[in-house]
């Protein structure tokens, strides 16, 4: 089975950046819908971005603001992240579905490959 790893969080203050990345231990098909997700302290995880070979989809709490992409060739997940809120704030996890983004949306269930997590601190 492919492993996930997850790095790049930290601590950064309101309005700044961050890039989180995902390396895969091995192949994983552009067809399958790989994610981001996060969780904040007390709160469920939740689905910030999807991608897959038919494009990108975004939560609505942070588009125009993370940007999803992959480089294939590196078998690496990248989440840029700018403008960062203190709201931002909790472990992101990188994920792969078995299936298109179509299927699997940010449905947690839908996802059966999870990274540990990045912790990202974004303070006031």
Request: with cysteine; hydrophobic share 35%; net charge positive.
């Amino acid at each position: 089975q492919v492993q996930l790893v997850e790095s790049g969080g930290g601590s950064v203050q309101a309005g700044g950046s961050l890039r989180l990345s995902c390396v895969a231990s091995g192949y994983i098909d552009s067809r399958r819908c790989m994610a981001w997700f996060r969780q904040a302290p007390g709160k469920e995880r939740e689905g910030v971005a999807t991608i897959d070979s038919n494009g990108e989809a975004y939560a609505d709490s942070v588009k125009g603001r993370f940007t999803i992409y992959q480089d294939n060739a590196k078998r690496t997940l990248i989440l840029q992240m700018n403008s960062l809120k203190p709201e931002d704030t909790g472990m992101y996890y990188c994920a792969a579905a078995s299936f298109a983004c179509r299927w699997s949306g940010r449905l947690e269930r839908a996802y059966g490959v999870w990274g540990q997590g990045t912790q990202v601190t974004v303070s006031s």
